[in-house]
């Protein structure tokens, strides 16, 4: 693999895969050999076919499964979250660790009962995080997804990609040094879907968190990443690491540009080279 398949960059690794393989209980074997380095503070898609095993190689990076065999080399605690200096906001709590990684599902998956502000306040009750600090980080979060003034509402008066928001406020509020976003945006109509990659892509340049995105649009990774992973079909590997011109301008003038259209041809043409690897 070239140097510009593997992305180069310099930065040290805040997450590596190692020979991940999966077997589900029923037989199905989802990931065989998947290898994957992900680099501090990059934005790295996955990019794949439909049960190609992307979901599932993201569980296991968020340790919500385990692999059948290899190794998933996870981030180490923050030490910032519990030594960092008292500050508005500064939360501490007993287990830092769980507040590292952030997770979006596909679906927003809110409390329907709750409030927006008690939807995002979650995660911080689950490490221990409670009072004043904790009520800031909440409203934090809210102002970064432009819901400020939606706190107090129930998820049932928010449209599709309000609720989103919420979901990536709560995902964001324990400040996550790695951010895991499972196909966030699938559900939303295309509008909506280019003013929430826009608006991650702000949130990501100014809280540089390692982000892995998982999706099956070529435009969407082209758009939104440093770095694109191609998988194979089932069973899913790393099949090529596709690097994008991480100094492009991300705004709709680059949607329509000679180098956007260019990227997207270059990576439908790795991912249909994938998908028959596997036939």
Not at 17 to 24: C, D, H, R, V
Request: hydrophobic share 40%; with cysteine.
């Amino acid at each position: 693999m070239s140097d510009s398949d593997r992305g180069g960059g310099g930065r040290g690794s805040a997450l590596r895969l190692e020979g991940i393989a999966k077997t589900f209980s029923d037989g199905t074997v989802a990931l065989e050999g998947l290898d994957l380095d992900v680099r501090t503070g990059e934005f790295l898609s996955i990019l794949g076919p439909s049960g190609c095993g992307k979901s599932t190689a993201l569980r296991l990076i968020a340790g919500l499964a385990e692999p059948t065999s290899g190794t998933v080399h996870r981030p180490a605690a923050n030490p910032a979250a519990a030594s960092e200096p008292d500050r508005p906001g500064d939360v501490r709590a007993g287990d830092v660790r769980a507040g590292d990684v952030g997770f979006v599902f596909q679906d927003p998956t809110l409390m329907p009962w709750a409030t927006v502000f008690d939807n995002v306040r979650l995660p911080l009750r689950l490490i221990g995080a409670n009072g004043p600090a904790a009520r800031h980080r909440v409203e934090e979060a809210l102002a970064m997804v432009g819901l400020a003034d939606f706190a107090r509402a129930h998820p049932r008066r928010l449209s599709g990609g309000m609720r989103m928001r919420v979901s990536i406020a709560r995902a964001l509020v324990t400040r996550p040094r790695l951010l895991l976003m499972d196909e966030p945006f699938a559900a939303l109509d295309e509008i909506t879907r280019f003013r929430l990659n826009d608006d991650l892509l702000a949130l990501w340049r100014e809280r540089r968190f390692t982000t892995v995105f998982v999706t099956h649009s070529v435009y969407e990774s082209v758009y939104l990443s440093e770095r694109i992973a191609v998988m194979t079909a089932r069973p899913g590997r790393i099949a090529r690491q596709i690097v994008i011109d991480p100094d492009a301008p991300r705004d709709a003038e680059f949607r329509l540009s000679h180098g956007f259209a260019e990227h997207c041809r270059g990576v439908s043409r790795a991912l249909q080279a994938a998908m028959e690897e596997r036939r």
